[in-house]
């Protein structure tokens, strides 16, 4: 069956993106793509903040995001898609109006619900990219196992204190090399005993961290969804906020037993 048209871009949409679309590697033709993706982010926090808002500012047609929570005053340190006067209200409702007030042509999915392995697979489902912001291992993991098996491409990233990391995960194809592309327990193999990694509620974060990350992140998106560039597919991206320094530790698919 042949690829339906891309979605013509309308003369306030050329205009708004007229900054990608001067650029050869995403054109006419990437801003579509970037209209016709279905990104869900799981967690309207810290990480999620930033990936909706540039997500959304760059055109992406729909965002579907996963959140229990409210907003509450020790959130707006980092979380700087929500305002004062949206304490209380749904993380999922919050995100949404600032989308709406910055692009009216993205369409955004609220999913007022904690991701859990009963309904994983259906929130998932429809969609084309999936970006982890979640803040426990026990989502992290879960978004992950659901996202390989269901062979969605997945851009997750997690925070700390002062540093940060986030990496690619894409469930089909090859490297140069002709080896599978690792998964994220190829990484990770199981999360850490509970409570040997404390909470950032408990340790604390620096808000700019969770921009830079999930700023990070949103960029690695794009380029999924346009082609363009070598997304973090098998790297491990450090960030070392008070060294001011990157790293990048490579990893492989894990051999089997």
Request: aromatic share 4%; proline share 7%.
């Amino acid at each position: 069956m042949a690829e339906p048209a891309p979605p013509p871009l309308s003369p306030d949409e050329i205009q708004r993106y007229a900054r990608h679309i001067v650029l050869p590697e995403v054109g006419g033709p990437g801003q579509q793509k970037l209209k016709a993706a279905r990104v869900l982010v799981i967690g309207a926090g810290g990480l999620g903040a930033p990936v909706i808002a540039y997500l959304a500012a760059a055109g992406v047609g729909t965002i579907g995001i996963v959140d229990d929570d409210t907003v509450s005053l020790s959130n707006l340190q980092r979380q700087v898609i929500h305002r004062t006067a949206s304490i209380g209200m749904a993380k999922t409702e919050s995100a949404a109006q600032s989308v709406q007030a910055l692009n009216e042509h993205v369409e955004i999915v609220q999913h007022q619900t904690r991701l859990d392995d009963g309904n994983a697979r259906a929130l998932l489902a429809g969609y084309h990219l999936v970006i982890d912001g979640s803040d426990n291992f026990e989502t992290r993991y879960l978004a992950a196992d659901t996202a390989l098996d269901m062979k969605i491409p997945l851009v997750t990233g997690a925070v700390g204190r002062f540093d940060g990391s986030l990496t690619v995960i894409l469930p089909e194809g090859v490297d140069a090399e002709g080896r599978p592309h690792p998964n994220f327990r190829d990484l990770f193999p199981e999360p850490p005993p509970a409570g040997l990694v404390p909470s950032c509620a408990e340790a604390g974060v620096v808000g700019a961290l969770t921009g830079v990350i999930g700023t990070l992140q949103a960029m690695e998106a794009i380029k999924l969804i346009t082609g363009i560039g070598e997304p973090l597919v098998g790297r491990l991206l450090l960030y070392d906020a008070l060294g001011a320094r990157f790293d990048v530790m490579r990893y492989r698919k894990a051999k089997e037993a």
